[in-house]
């Protein structure tokens, strides 16, 4: 039984999953994800931790996650700048927080993956490999996951050279050789050892 089978067993709903993606990143956002996904939904087997789906597959389950109407979706997206204003680990919070009150009503619980919980006007747990086990969590990986290679698509149009297509940002050998080449870009993250 997951914990979000236990804390539903003993009559809590609505219960969302919680997940970012970008922590690691040099460049780009860091992208949370909150998701209501009900009690025996057809996507609950088929949802896991995005990285170990192909993109096809996130892909698809993505379109599915935001478009169905029995699930609920909350995404927020904090930028670099304010990443390096206040650090990664409290824009993530940031971003979680603002992730969970963007859903269309207050969660009984905020299931959270990783061991620190932002404040929320819900009660939250943290859950280390919540992405693996939790499917409300996996259902919020692969919103965040996916609208981020998204937006560092976008990036990698916008700022030609760097990769962000491919790498979406992350430390890469080819990644750190475009910076010392061309110079940070606007979307780096100044505070990040390799780019200021």
């Not at 993606?21 to 025996?40: F, K, N, T």
């Not at 499917?135 to 990698?156: L, T, Y």
């Not at 475009?178 to 505070?191: E, F, K, M, T, Y």
Request: proline share 8%.
């Amino acid at each position: 039984m997951t914990l979000e089978e236990e804390l539903l067993s003993q009559g809590h709903w609505p219960i969302c999953g919680v997940d970012e993606a970008g922590r690691g990143p040099l460049a780009g956002p860091v992208v949370a994800a909150a998701v209501i996904l009900p009690p025996g939904h057809e996507l609950r087997p088929l949802v896991h931790d995005s990285k170990r789906l192909s993109p096809s597959k996130r892909e698809s389950l993505y379109k599915r996650l935001i478009s169905e109407e029995d699930i609920h979706v909350g995404v927020s997206m904090v930028d670099n700048g304010t990443i390096d204003e206040i650090n990664i680990l409290q824009a993530t919070l940031r971003a979680m927080e603002t992730a969970v009150s963007c859903l269309p009503q207050i969660p009984a619980y905020a299931l959270i993956d990783g061991n620190i919980a932002p404040k929320m006007a819900c009660r939250c747990m943290p859950i280390i490999k919540g992405d693996v086990f939790e499917p409300c969590i996996s259902a919020a990986s692969i919103v965040a996951k996916v609208i981020r290679d998204a937006h560092m698509a976008e990036m990698d149009e916008l700022y030609p050279g760097y990769g962000f297509a491919q790498h979406k940002g992350y430390p890469t050998r080819s990644h750190y050789e475009a910076i010392r080449s061309l110079g940070a870009c606007p979307i780096h993250r100044r505070s990040f050892k390799g780019v200021g």
